[in-house]
C-alpha cells in the first residue's frame, strides 16, 4: 500500500488546499505505480502547531504570510 505523509505547520493550508494535495499525491503515485495503486494509497496529512517544532535550535512559528487564507 503506497503511503505519503506531510507534516506542515497548523494553518498552512486550507481544506480545499489539503483536498487537492491528496488528490495530486494519489495521482502522482498512480502514475509512478499504476493504477491498481489508486484503491491502496494512503495520504495523511498532520498539522503540528505553532512551537511544536523547530529547526537548528529555533522553535518554529509560522509567519502570518504563509497561513491559509480563510477557506473552507
Known amino acids: 500500500m ?5 507534516k506542515l505547520p ?3 493550508l486550507s ?9 495530486k499525491t494519489t495521482q502522482m503515485l498512480v502514475d509512478y ?3 491498481a495503486a489508486r ?3 494512503m495520504v495523511l496529512i498532520e ?8 529547526r537548528a535550535d529555533e522553535v518554529f512559528v509560522i509567519p502570518d504570510a504563509y497561513r491559509a487564507k480563510d477557506v473552507p
Open 47 to 54: 498539522t503540528v502547531p505553532d512551537g511544536g517544532y523547530g
Open 15 to 23: 481544506k480545499i488546499q489539503k483536498e487537492d494535495l491528496i488528490h
Open 2 to 6: 503506497p503511503f505519503a505523509n506531510f
Open 33 to 35: 505505480l499504476s493504477e
Open 10 to 12: 497548523e494553518g498552512a
Open 39 to 41: 484503491p491502496h494509497t
